[in-house]
């Protein structure tokens, strides 16, 4: 009997000192959503997509292929301002041909030029892509989005305070970020930004009290080699206690 009784209270000890410990992780975390540079990629010409070589998820390299159009008739040009200048420089050397009309055979041959290399659509940094919008043999026109390129290297996060905080933070000062799904992880960041002017807690913050708060803005950065910070996840800043 006298042993149950310790069991128990043993097991109501270790129940409030885990409370305990609950309760402090509280107050020490900010969640905020985990986001990344992001860059929109277009297509500068009217054209059917010829191959879409990029796939979602996939890492890309600054310089690799993503997209290629068809782009019949911009080859078709090239390939005629190419001879048309050819011809004009021989005429040219040969004195038959004034410089103003070789300029203008030149300036059409590189303007040709030009368009045929926006043909290949090519990454224009590292990074993963994080959303594609067409697929092959469908036509595209200026300015249309083909895809969405996401920069991991490097991620942050905005979490928002409570004013008496700020005066124990400053600009690039360390901090550790959790995922809720990996608590046994921590990921080393710093303050890159913090707002001058307050606001209302975001509303997609659960109870209508905290959504009455005035609150401060802060971004926190995170390096981000192995890419395990996604977008859209939520990630937990440890903050000193206000």
Known sequence: MHTKRLVIVGAAVLALLLGWKLLIRREF???GTVEATE?????RLNSII????????RQVR?????????CEDVKLAADIAQRDYKRAKDLHHSGVMPQENYDRFQNKRDDASLKLDWCAIKAPMDAVVLATYHEANELVSPGMKLLTLADLREVWAIVYVPEPLL?????????????????????????????DEA?????????????????FGVKVKFPNPDGALKPG??????LPKA
């Not at 860059?39 to 297509?43: E, K, N």
């Not at 010829?50 to 998820?57: I, L, N, R, V």
């Not at 606001?199 to 708060?213: A, D, M, Y």
Request: aromatic share 6%.
């Open 29 to 31: 975390l900010y969640a």
């Open 39 to 43: 860059v929109d990629i277009s297509s």
């Open 50 to 57: 010829a191959a879409f070589d990029a796939a979602e998820g």
């Open 62 to 70: 600054v310089g690799e292929p993503l997209v290629r159009l068809a």
């Open 167 to 195: 005066a124990k933070l400053s600009l690039d000062m360390p901090v550790e970020g959790i995922l809720p799904e990996t608590p046994g992880r921590a990921f080393k960041g710093r303050i890159s930004h913090i707002n």
């Open 199 to 215: 606001e209302f807690t975001p509303k997609n913050v659960q109870t209508r009290e905290e959504r009455t708060r005035l609150v």
């Open 233 to 238: 996840m939520t990630v937990e800043v440890r």
